[in-house]
């Protein structure tokens, strides 16, 4: 029986091993790519602000947005979700470039902009660091989160025919909740071997933590107009 105990032990450690380091290989590739990705999408939106090009509109960005998700959900374990990714961060970047400009040419737009930078890596960095430390299963917040960004997403077609400036800030103030809540939860997803594919593990954290920047830029700008 002891025999039997400890070969039962061994078995449950190795595999706990197994999955360890697949999470960690997968943690591995996604921050690798982030990185990769969230460079790409800055030389694209420093071009737009360079060119001084114009907005996309709502239903080219919509449409740009959802339509390139699909496609990489649909290739994801092949190299051409990665292309297909790489096309999807420097539309993003192409998207926020004019949000940029219009923050640059406010009082202290420069400031408010490495403001908003600023806080988006030390927000992302906080949290990452939590959820790899603690190690908590932060599943208990996907229910949460997926209300949260539906009312978001509400608000935001609210506010697109209402243009009530409170509820704008509202509605940013809400997304910068959810996107750091998004943060922990996908990276707690990916340290208990929930996600396994580190391209959309990618997609996820890039999502979020390009709204946590644009939300938190649209609060600072608000804020410098005063």
């Not at 197994?18 to 071009?47: E, K, P, W």
């Not at 509605?171 to 809540?181: E, F, P, Q, R, T």
């Not at 890039?206 to 700008?221: A, E, H, K, P, R």
Request: overall charge positive; some cysteine.
């Amino acid at each position: 029986m002891n025999d039997r105990t400890q070969l039962l032990r061994s078995s449950a450690q190795s595999a706990t091993t197994v999955i360890d380091g697949a999470a960690q290989r997968v943690l591995r590739n996604t921050y690798m790519l982030l990185s990769v990705c969230l460079g790409f999408s800055a030389i694209v939106a420093a071009g737009a602000v360079a060119l001084r090009l114009p907005a996309p509109g709502i239903i080219i960005t919509l449409v740009g947005f959802y339509g390139l998700l699909w496609l990489i959900h649909r290739n994801r374990d092949s190299g051409t979700g990665i292309a297909l990714l790489f096309a999807m961060t420097g539309f993003m970047g192409y998207t926020v470039g004019p949000l940029i400009s219009n923050t640059l040419n406010l009082p202290h737009g420069a400031q408010t902009v490495m403001l908003a930078l600023g806080g988006t890596a030390a927000t992302f960095a906080a949290l990452s660091a939590y959820a790899l430390i603690s190690k908590r299963d932060m599943s208990f917040m996907g229910g949460f989160l997926m209300v949260g960004m539906i009312v978001a997403i509400l608000a935001s077609l609210a506010g697109l025919f209402l243009q009530i400036p409170a509820l704008s800030l509202a509605i940013s103030a809400l997304v910068v909740l959810l996107m750091s809540g998004m943060i922990l939860y996908e990276t707690s997803n990916i340290v208990h071997g929930g996600e396994t594919n580190y391209v959309m593990a990618t997609l996820s954290l890039f999502v979020s933590i390009f709204n946590l920047f644009t939300s938190l830029l649209q609060l600072l700008g608000f804020a410098s107009k005063d």
